[in-house]
């Protein structure tokens, strides 16, 4: 399965100001998938990010505040924009495995808003 | 939209017991289900997958069921170890691929020595 390196694995950012999270896939996937999860919550979607075209946002996530780039097919970075203490979370990438390898996850990026 | 309860937020167990967990989904039956481990400031990785047309799926110590009637997926992990704790993800793939997953909001295992 896919290997992902997810930097940085942790900020504390002060309001306002926005923190670029990366993703670096050692193979060529199609789409990658960025989520967010909120402390003892599950995984929630944020947007789709499929290379050559704008990334397909889910219900409350919207591009100017999680603008997402895709400039080829190993590499995607998601930016928060403007950050308030809401935002604070644990942000991840996901790429889906090959046949019956289910989907390989980074190892997150816990932000912390103050 | 799809929905998936796992209707444990935690389960306590004595090591050397089998751990089983419960998810169940509304609406319609998706392609894949899968169940991930999650452990404390980790992404989660990747267990086991089962398909709608298969009942059940093994994995050294892990066993999935698959029931697209009662609309449930059952994990066991026998034999549980302490380094078995973790918090356990069900997910559904609703298009067999390629399209993002849908997440339970999970269960954490504590085994106790």
């Known amino acids: 399965s896919a290997v992902i390196s997810q930097k940085p694995s942790r900020d504390i950012c002060q309001r306002g100001t926005s923190l670029t999270i990366q993703c670096q896939v050692d193979s060529q996937v199609t789409m990658m998938f960025w989520y967010r999860q909120q402390p003892g919550q599950s995984l929630t979607l944020i947007a789709t990010?499929?290379?050559?075209?704008?990334?397909?946002?889910e219900s409350g996530f919207v591009i100017d505040k999680f603008p997402i780039s895709r400039p080829n097919l190993t590499f995607s970075t998601l930016t928060v924009s403007n950050m308030s203490p809401e935002d604070s979370s644990i942000y991840l990438c996901?790429?889906?495995?090959?046949?019956?390898?289910?989907?390989?996850f980074g190892s997150g990026t816990r932000l912390t808003v103050v | 939209s799809q929905k998936i309860e796992q209707n444990s937020e935690a389960l306590n167990i004595q090591e050397g017991k089998t751990a089983t967990l419960t998810c169940n989904y509304t609406n319609y039956s998706p392609a894949y289900l899968q169940w991930y481990r999650q452990d404390p400031g980790r992404g989660p990785v990747f267990l086991l997958l089962i398909r709608e047309n298969e009942k059940e799926k093994r994995k050294e110590r892990l066993k999935v069921t698959f029931d697209t009637t009662l609309k449930q997926s059952l994990f066991h992990i026998t034999a549980s170890q302490p380094a078995d704790s973790a918090t356990y993800l069900c997910?559904?793939?609703?298009?067999?691929?390629?399209?993002?997953?849908?997440f339970g909001k999970g269960t954490r295992l504590s085994v106790i020595a």
């Open positions: 997910a559904l793939d609703p298009y067999s691929g390629n399209t993002p997953l849908v």
């Open positions: 996901s790429v889906e495995g090959r046949s019956s390898y289910g989907y390989t």
């Open positions: 990010a499929n290379q050559g075209s704008e990334a397909t946002y």
